[in-house]
């Protein structure tokens, strides 16, 4: 079974630009994570979704960012506009719905923001 | 919520040593997890291990849920084992999973 699907696996833009980063859970999971990795503030959860609703997104630093889930298997994290500060390793994850669920990591986008 | 502390936060063998890796929590958790992030970036999964002891190999893990802590057992550590160790919990009332600062392991051949 594949794992969870990041794309791109890097970005670099220019500040301004739009970022959309894209996410496929792994099937059958019902809870999707979107973290931030920096040097300076480890990683840190932005926002999840039980059965395609977001639950919690208080970890998401301003109004630039916002994510989607559409459906089951897709979700976006969309920065607009990107500025240098956003800088930073963004991981998507996934688990089946309750406190059971063990949580499985994509393989990151590097995010670069000129 | 819950804080979690990993000691030490860094840590040098030769290859062959053996280590132990810690992760308290400031309250109880019912859903605990370690992971090895490799030079890179990516995040694996080694154990989920709410309470009690698994083994996969060279590696072992043990939870004491009651005294809230969970301890990462490495023996005869290998080149292939240096990265960043972290351990996260996710308390009884939230889904969401609440990381350590990590332990940064280097071995050397």
């Known amino acids: 079974d594949a794992g969870v699907i990041q794309s791109p696996r890097h970005e670099v833009t220019e500040m301004g630009q739009e970022v959309t980063l894209r996410c496929k859970p792994i099937?059958?999971?019902?809870?999707l994570f979107w973290y931030r990795q920096t040097m300076m503030r480890g990683l840190e959860l932005l926002i999840y979704?039980?059965?395609?609703?977001?639950?919690?997104d208080s970890g998401m630093p301003e109004d630039r960012f916002s994510a989607k889930m559409p459906n089951a298997s897709f979700s976006t994290l969309k920065i607009q506009p990107s500025e240098p500060r956003d800088s930073a390793v963004y991981f998507c994850?996934?688990?089946?719905?309750?406190?059971?669920?063990?949580?499985?990591f994509g393989p990151g986008t590097r995010l670069t923001v000129t | 919520g819950i804080q979690v502390e990993q000691s030490p936060p860094d840590l040098i063998l030769q290859e062959g040593a053996n280590s132990t890796l810690r992760c308290n929590f400031s309250?109880?958790?019912?859903?605990l997890q370690w992971f090895h992030q490799n030079p890179w970036g990516q995040l694996i999964n080694l154990f989920y291990?709410?309470?009690g002891t698994k083994q996969n190999g060279r590696l072992s893990a043990t939870t004491v849920a009651t005294e809230r802590y969970s301890l990462l057992y490495i023996s005869s550590s290998q080149t292939t084992d240096s990265g960043v160790y972290f351990c996260?919990?996710?308390?009884?009332?939230?889904?969401?999973?609440?990381f350590g600062t990590g332990t940064r392991l280097q071995v050397f051949p």
């Open positions: 994850a996934s688990s089946t719905l309750g406190a059971g669920g063990e949580q499985y």
């Open positions: 099937s059958g999971h019902n809870s």
């Open positions: 979704f039980n059965n395609n609703v977001p639950i919690d």
């Open positions: 309250d109880s958790v019912n859903n």
């Open positions: 291990i709410p309470s």
């Open positions: 996260a919990g996710r308390s009884y009332n939230t889904d969401k999973l609440i």
